[in-house]
């Protein structure tokens, strides 16, 4: 039963008093709260990039096939990102995720063009993969008790390797028109990995915020041992968050393939920088201090948006790392800013 | 609390082995809010003495060490002389602090770091030219080591040398840092609590040692044992004021006990559970010769509706019982069962569904999730309730934080508030909530109101009451001694892994725990970590 212990008389009529300005103080949410700069900096920085770019380059920023093109791009980092948020949330890195992309992006194109498998195959084989390497990486975080930045590290470099000595360096130019169809096909002028991507995200803000699972998964990145105390299966749900990360990478793999029409090798690394960036650069949006779904989404939206303007005003192609570089210092140090200022114990002692 | 004896004793000498004074405080005072910890303290110690400071846990003993160190400044109108010369207390970085070093209980060594590296750490390496001379170092570390007796290579690692050789080490650390004639004041601040007794002595002649070199030596301990075999003189403290100094030879065991704990009869609260035959309940819990590395076999029977404490001195094994029983720490032998049924001990899985629920010492990270809110700490343990077809409802889970939030007086009364932003009792009313909101047949308790205000203490024992009127059987450990005396209906007390004494009814008083949780005579302690 639910029902707390009830006190006396002298508690029934704090209550009484109390709760007028309890619902008073819960009625003064606003909607123009939604809009706070503290809440959603993002798409004001978003906002204010697109407002420059457009003033410096009217022709070229303001074309639609601009917009629809980085929204495909940004497709891909989006479901990476999201393979980078579900660990963190429960406190854990997972580095390998964008290699598990480029691994598997390079075995499908190998199954496709050497071996003629069917497309649908070649997918669950990448997915198996996926499942295969987040199992590894589970079992090496929590039962070799390696911390999760180190084993993925090594785990995502020897991934990268077995990429290379797979594909030599070279890519497999695919025929299958209707494994491309999935890559380039679209709905409404947009194609369909960003449709992908964005319910992907719509399934991994649903698990993490409503249901109990994710509110478990955020305990633990919150507190372990709070977590593990009240029950929560700590190991089991850390392996779980790998496996996932290591399924969207697969995803993410399937889905690169299928909009290059090929295997690309050497370009996992730059997918890593940038979905990092956008978790915790989301960490600050909506849910001031939590790494969340929709903060990851509008980090990556706006971050896009200022690496694409730089790309046409023309400066050269480093500006891109060296832009996600800035935004995931600054990012983290805003996290850890923000945190600061809230979560120094007051009268704890 | 008269402090008459003081100025008497003061002149006499007693056994002290040097006569030439290292320090002397007067006037010492020091006020938290709410709260005096220290009163007009004044002490004296030599060269060569060995100086025990005793009293119970809160009598200001770790004030007067944070004051002497430098953590807390005194409140205005103290006075020091270090050596003979006038010295300001007020200053952290005082020079004459260099000359005054504190051994904690966990030595304060790095285990990574070689024995020589631990040691020039403090003082700086011998060099030549810019360039460690390793030769010359590991001579003169090598020599200061033999002198008291410990004969390590000082190239090893710390982590690798024994416990003894360790606290060694963090001995000859701290005398190598003083000056070259040794003069100085050493701090042991209880030394001896995690060590087995044999090397209790070794340690003890190591100290012996470092006063017969010159420095002054001030010697925190709750093992009675401890202060009269090896200590010159004793100060005691009680709730902040010296109410004795003499020298230790011819004192007896009762007499430092009687100075300790005091005439607390007209002070000690009256016990305020009901005295009721508890035995009349069902059998909740049992424990049948659980064991720990720290604890000898215990046996305990705790009914429906009953309070039992478990007192003792840190290190006596006290929060093993529950540490154990919420599955953390897994025994070495025994049985335990709820409410007739087997537990498979050493799994929290299994604790929590027999219905063991556990309030830990630790408010941050164990009992709450810092980065969580009330609502979402609150429930954590047991979600079903709050989940509607699958999804978590928002409005279910706040107003069952609400109903939560009003009944125990949580402020501010808000569901969203993030946890640590609460004070110290209303972060433990959530904890205490967050477990009563899954009825567990069986609360454990560690410190249940350790930082936690006046009002907040009342309201979680009305809780604890509260959950005995439904049946039941709450565990409390507890070092603070009055409080186990006036809410349990009995009390074990440990001392050494060893249950004293079983005192409930008249018999459970602050001072029959008190003098109970001292132990029995020297060198019982057993040897139990080798």
């Known amino acids: 039963m639910s029902s707390p212990l009830t006190d006396n008389t002298e508690t029934v009529k704090r209550d009484s008093v109390d709760s007028a300005s309890k619902s008073g103080k819960k009625d003064k949410f606003q909607w123009w709260q939604v809009l706070s700069v503290k809440r959603i900096s993002a798409v004001y920085l978003a906002i204010l990039l697109f407002a420059y770019f457009t003033y410096r380059l009217p022709d070229l920023f303001l074309r639609y096939d601009t917009w629809t093109t980085m929204l495909g791009q940004q497709s891909i980092t989006i479901i990476v990102a999201l393979g980078v948020l579900i660990p963190v949330t429960a406190g854990v890195f997972d580095m390998s995720v964008a290699y598990t992309m480029g691994l598997t992006s390079t075995v499908m194109a190998i199954l496709m063009v050497q071996h003629d498998m069917?497309?649908?195959?070649?997918?669950?084989?990448?997915i198996l993969i996926g499942v295969v390497i987040g199992i590894l990486n589970g079992l090496i975080i929590t039962y070799f008790k390696v911390s999760s930045l180190i084993a993925t590290l090594g785990t995502?470099?020897?991934?990268?390797?077995?990429?290379?000595?797979?594909s030599g360096g070279s890519s497999f130019p695919i025929r299958d028109t209707s494994f491309l169809g999935i890559g380039i096909g679209s709905l409404f002028g947009i194609a369909w990995p960003v449709y992908i991507a964005l319910a992907l995200a719509i399934v991994a803000w649903f698990f993490l915020e409503h249901t109990a699972v994710g509110r478990r998964t955020y305990a633990i990145g919150g507190g372990i041992q709070a977590a593990r105390l009240a029950g929560v299966p700590v190991r089991k749900y850390i392996m779980t968050t790998l496996v996932l990360s290591g399924v969207l990478g697969a995803i993410a793999g399937i889905l690169l393939t299928a909009r290059v029409g090929a295997n690309s090798p050497g370009v996992s690394a730059s997918f890593l920088l940038p979905g990092f960036a956008a978790v915790f650069l989301g960490a600050t949006q909506l849910k001031e201090g939590r790494v969340n779904a929709w903060g990851t989404v509008i980090a990556i939206i706006a971050l896009a948006i200022g690496a694409k303007g730089f790309d046409l005003i023309g400066v050269r192609l480093w500006i891109h790392d060296f832009f996600y570089g800035i935004a995931l210092i600054g990012a983290m140090a805003m996290s850890v800013w923000s945190k600061r200022s809230t979560l120094e114990p007051n009268g704890a002692p | 609390m008269s402090s008459t004896d003081v100025g008497v004793e003061l002149s006499e000498k007693g056994a002290a082995r040097g006569s030439d004074s290292v320090l002397s405080v007067r006037d010492l005072s020091k006020t938290f809010p709410g709260q005096q910890a220290l009163a007009n303290f004044s002490m004296e110690i030599h060269a060569g003495e060995i100086h025990a400071l005793v009293g119970h846990n809160g009598c200001g003993?770790?004030?007067?060490?944070k004051l002497i160190t430098g953590f807390h400044t005194p409140d205005p109108g103290a006075t020091a002389e270090f050596l003979g010369e006038s010295v300001d207390l007020y200053g952290s970085s005082a020079h004459w602090r260099e000359h005054v070093h504190a051994i904690h209980q966990d030595l304060g060594l790095i285990p990574s770091m070689s024995v020589i590296d631990n040691i020039a750490l403090e003082h700086g390496y011998l060099s030549r030219a810019g360039k460690i001379s390793w030769k010359a170092e590991r001579k003169r570390v090598e020599k200061l080591l033999r002198e008291f007796d410990s004969y390590v290579d000082p190239r090893e690692l710390v982590d690798d040398l024994s416990r003894r050789d360790q606290a060694i080490v963090a001995i000859v650390r701290a005398v190598s840092g003083m000056s070259d004639d040794s003069s100085g004041l050493l701090i042991l601040d209880e030394p001896t609590a995690t060590l087995p007794e044999r090397e209790v002595q070794v340690l003890f002649d190591a100290v012996r040692t470092a006063a017969r070199r010159g420095c002054a030596v001030l010697f925190v301990s709750h093992r009675l044992a401890d202060v009269l075999t090896i200590c010159d003189r004793v100060t005691v403290l009680r709730d902040g004021n010296k109410v004795a100094e003499r020298s230790v030879s011819g004192l007896t065991r009762d007499q430092l006990t009687e100075l300790i704990v005091g005439d607390r009869s007209?002070?000690?609260?009256?016990?305020?559970?009901?005295?009721?035959?508890?035995?009349?309940?069902?059998?909740?819990?049992?424990?049948k010769d659980i064991a720990t590395e720290q604890l000898s076999p215990i046996s305990l029977t705790v009914y429906a509706g009953e309070i039992v404490g478990i007192a003792g001195l840190d290190g006596s094994g006290r929060?093993?019982?529950?540490?154990?029983?919420?599955?953390?720490?897994?025994?070495?032998?025994?049985a335990v069962s709820v409410g007739g049924e087997a537990l498979r001990v050493g799994s929290i899985k299994h604790s929590l569904d027999?219905?063991?629920?556990?309030?830990?010492?630790e408010r941050f990270p164990e009992g709450l999730v810092s980065s969580m809110t009330i609502s979402e700490n609150l429930t954590l343990p047991s979600m079903g309730s709050v989940v509607k077809g699958g999804r978590l409802s928002r409005r279910l889970e706040v107003d069952e934080a609400e109903r939560w939030i009003e009944s125990m007086d949580i402020r501010p009364r808000l569901p969203d508030k993030d946890v640590v932003e609460l004070s110290g009792g209303n972060a433990q009313k959530v904890v205490m909530a967050k477990w009563m909101r899954t009825r567990p047949r069986v609360v454990l308790l560690e410190e249940p109101t350790a930082g936690v205000d006046v009002g907040a203490k009342r309201s979680i024992w009305e809780m604890l009451d509260g959950s005995t009127r439904d049946g039941?059987?709450?565990v409390a450990t507890s070092s603070d001694w009055e409080e186990l005396a006036a809410h349990c209906d009995r009390v074990f007390v440990l001392a050494d892994g060893v249950v004293q004494a079983v005192l409930h009814g008249q018999e459970l008083t602050t001072d029959s725990i008190a003098r109970n949780s001292m132990g029995q005579s020297l060198g019982k302690k057993e040897d139990s970590n080798e």
């Open chain 1, 118 to 126: 069917s497309w649908i195959v070649a997918a669950l084989v990448a």
């Open chain 1, 156 to 166: 995502g470099t020897v991934i990268g390797s077995i990429d290379f000595a797979l």
């Open chain 2, 319 to 334: 929060e093993d019982v529950t540490r154990v029983l919420s599955g953390i720490t897994q025994p070495a032998g025994g």
């Open chain 2, 61 to 65: 003993k770790s004030t007067l060490i």
């Open chain 2, 472 to 474: 039941a059987a709450v």
């Open chain 2, 354 to 361: 027999a219905g063991i629920a556990m309030v830990p010492r």
């Open chain 2, 266 to 287: 007209a002070t000690t609260p009256s016990h305020s559970r009901p005295a009721v035959d508890r035995s009349q309940g069902d059998p909740v819990l049992e424990l």
